[in-house]
T-cell receptor
């Protein structure tokens, strides 16, 4: 079974530029999450999708961050314009109801490391 | 509201020694608790979780954790460390079984010395 795919792996941009990250979840996983992990901290949930609908985006800075999952499969997270404090690893994860009930949970991608200079 | 405190940002043990990673939580509702491992340049992998029932939870790779309500703790242990256990470990708390909506601690980096 293929894992959660994310691209790019690394991205360096200047502040005030825009950037987009892509996530392809495990096939059949209805739930998709985006997290921000700042160096030295644990991941913080930005947004959760159930199929193509948003379940929770309470911690998404909506003035600059946006995310979509138009067909309920792939998802894109965008930052426009980027700030220095957006430097972090952006993780995507997906789960199915069966996975979330098991002891072995849901699956993370390897993340995109963003550096804003 | 929920929060997690992981005591010790760095823990070093010798190969074969006991691993003990400490986690204390705060939750206004009965908590669901999780431990994750993150290897360099990889995403997080769920090691184990506590929802209800038995307070001693066994996970993958020989790890286990015990939920102690009176101490608001969920410490992670492994009887004998292996070099491959070197990684960063995160404790997380959630108000429900949806692991994706957890509040994470800041992590503990485990180093295993030969």
């Amino acid at each position: 079974e293929a894992g959660v795919a994310q691209s790019p792996r690394y991205k360096i941009i200047e502040k005030r530029q825009s950037v987009a990250f892509w996530c392809n979840p495990i096939s059949g996983h209805a739930t998709l999450y985006w997290y921000q992990q700042i160096l030295g901290q644990g991941p913080k949930l930005l947004i959760q999708f159930q199929n193509n609908g948003v379940v929770d985006d309470s911690q998404l800075p909506k003035d600059r961050f946006s995310a979509e999952r138009l067909k309920g499969v792939d998802s894109t997270l965008k930052i426009q314009p980027a700030k220095l404090e957006d430097s972090a690893v952006y993780l995507c994860a997906s789960s199915s109801p069966e996975d979330s009930r098991s002891n072995y949970g849901y699956t993370f991608g390897s993340g995109t490391r963003l550096t804003v200079v | 509201a929920q929060s997690v405190t992981q005591l010790g940002s760095h823990v070093s043990v010798s190969e074969g020694a006991l691993v003990l990673l400490r986690c204390n939580y705060s939750s206004s509702v009965p908590p669901y608790l999780f431990w994750y491992v993150q290897y360099p340049n990889q995403g997080l992998q769920l090691l184990l979780k506590y929802t209800t029932g038995a307070t001693l939870v066994k996970g993958i790779n020989g790890f286990e954790a015990e939920f102690k309500k009176s101490e608001t703790s969920f410490h992670l242990t492994k009887p004998s460390a292996h070099m491959s256990d070197a990684a960063e470990y995160f404790c997380a708390v959630s108000a429900n079984t949806n692991a994706g909506k957890s509040t994470f601690g800041d992590g503990t980096t485990l180093t295993v010395k030969p």
